[in-house]
């Protein structure tokens, strides 16, 4: 454990802000972070001032002052640095601390403090701005004490070393800010962008990478036309140096330019592939106050949609059954219905009204949960669906609102199943079941601005009747003849005929089967 975290803190990774870790922690250790990158960057600022300098802008000093200048404006760069970085880290750091106060004291941002924290690196490159116009009046003046060319020569190193200095910054300070950034964007993005464009990030890093070193060469160029004052060698380093300097710091700032676009694309195309994959609960996090973080907050909306569409969905299915869901969801839904061959399987609670009488409310609810929970568990096992709940009574269907094969087997085989799980699992409960089968007319019922889909015709009432006959029969259980008749030879054999009986409600006589003795 002390090898991995000696690693740890070699590898500088407690440097590394994480924006799930607490809003202190964060903070302190994004200010670390970004000082130490913002001294790196200064730092390459003053050798890109120091080889514009040397190598590519003409000497238009004597030779004899030639080594006094060099020794003086090396003096006084260590001089200007020892004394500006401190005070800039200090003053950016009590800059970024007044922009995230919200998250050293762990709390949600205002709208106000939300809009500062994603400006933030537009403050840490004001500053470093005035650092710099500030070095290029010091040290333009310092060096035309000699003569106003070497002055004019100086100022133009430190303006370009600056530019490529600010922007640097600015990129690198974007991106060490992201943490802070989705902390900040938790809460929502709005309308109006908070950041800069992509646009605008793509001219940063032409600036940086190809205006200042053309810039550069244009000066080479106009100077060589006008005062003749490079040598062919002179001339060929200058363009030298000046290329390779575009080179390196063009290569940086396009990375960090195209990450901050690349990115969150790589993120939202990993978070799409989750999607696809069912994953509803995933979310890319949104961290820029741009159209790049409209776009994140955008597709989080939109997952939302989905959540709450698959939430209804699934509501919608646990209410009417997942075929009639599927089918009112593929299909516009119309009032009306339309002629089926239907099975149907009808459950009631033998002696309701006297445990309602005798037991507590509490106790009769989880009886007939019980109850419903096998039933429902049957009628899905075998392809059928729970088209209502009656009270203490169940329907069942099978063939409506989707064509089943074979429904009348199965229809049967859950009817006797559900008479032994009912016999078996539940204490203190009886039910009686029927079934039968037929055409029945099968749609919506009700007013368009609500209705349902069941099922009407002389099946579910025959049905019904036969739950009635079958809370006096040994086994619970009775069948049409009409049902038997259309199931499988195989499935007739664990059911035998009996007499017709005339049921309340039917012209004609019903003949009767029950379960054959196991």
């Not at 005070?87 to 970024?96: F, K």
Request: glycine share 8%; net charge negative.
């Amino acid at each position: 454990m002390e090898a991995a975290a000696a690693k740890r803190v070699l590898s500088l990774a407690w440097l590394i802000p994480r924006a799930d870790e607490p809003g202190a922690d964060l903070a302190r250790r994004t200010q670390l972070r970004i000082s130490f990158a913002l001294v790196i960057a200064n730092v390459l600022g003053a050798a890109i001032v120091f080889a514009i300098g040397v190598w590519v802008l003409p000497n238009t000093t004597a030779p004899e002052d030639e080594t006094e200048i060099r020794i003086v404006n090396l003096v006084a760069l260590a001089i200007f640095f020892a004394a500006v970085t401190p005070i800039a880290i200090t003053l950016g750091r009590r800059r970024l601390r007044r922009v995230i106060d919200w998250l050293i004291e762990d709390r949600d941002p205002t709208p106000e403090e939300r809009r500062d924290a994603l400006r933030a690196p537009r403050r840490i490159i004001r500053m470093h701005i005035t650092i710099w116009l500030l070095a290029m009046v010091v040290f333009g003046v310092l060096n035309a004490t000699y003569s106003l060319e070497s002055g004019r020569r100086v100022a133009i190193s430190v303006l370009l070393g600056g530019m490529t200095t600010c922007v640097f910054v600015y990129l690198l300070a974007e991106r060490q800010l992201r943490p802070i950034a989705a902390r900040a964007l938790a809460a929502g993005v709005g309308d109006r962008r908070l950041g800069p464009g992509v646009k605008t990030r793509t001219f940063v890093a032409w600036a940086l990478g190809t205006g200042v070193s053309l810039v550069g060469l244009w000066l080479i160029g106009l100077s060589a036309l006008v005062d003749d004052d490079f040598s062919r060698d002179e001339l060929a380093v200058a363009v030298l140096v000046l290329c390779s300097i575009g080179l390196v710091f063009g290569l940086f700032s396009s990375l960090l330019a195209a990450r901050a676009v690349a990115d969150p694309v790589i993120a939202l195309r990993k978070t799409v592939e989750r999607v696809e994959e069912g994953d509803l609960d995933a979310e890319v996090s949104v961290y820029d106050g741009s159209e790049i973080g409209q776009l994140q907050a955008g597709f989080n909306r939109m997952i939302g949609g989905l959540r709450e569409r698959e939430r209804i969905r699934d509501l919608f299915g646990r209410q009417v059954g997942e075929e009639v869901a599927k089918a009112a969801l593929d299909a516009d839904v119309e009032l009306g219905g339309e002629t089926r061959e239907i099975c149907v399987l009808f459950t009631d609670v033998i002696g309701s009204t006297e445990i309602a009488a005798e037991r507590p409310a509490a106790e009769v609810v989880e009886l007939l949960n019980g109850f419903f929970k096998i039933v429902v568990e049957v009628v899905d096992e075998h392809g059928g669906w729970v088209n209502k709940f009656e009270g203490d009574a169940v329907l069942a269907i099978w063939g409506a609102p989707v064509e089943l094969e074979d429904a009348a087997t199965k229809t049967l085989a859950a009817a006797r199943e559900l008479s032994r799980r009912l016999e078996e699992e539940i204490d203190g409960l009886e039910a009686a079941c029927g079934a039968s089968a037929g055409e029945a007319v099968a749609g919506n019922v009700g007013e368009e601005s609500r209705f349902e889909y069941t099922v009407i015709g002389d099946p579910v009432n025959e049905a019904a009747r036969l739950s009635e006959l079958a809370k006096d029969a040994p086994q619970r259980v009775l069948a049409s003849e009409a049902i038997l008749e259309r199931s499988s030879e195989e499935e007739r054999c664990h059911w035998k005929l009996g007499d017709s009986v005339e049921l309340r409600g039917r012209s004609e006589p019903t003949r009767v089967a029950e379960p054959a003795a196991s």
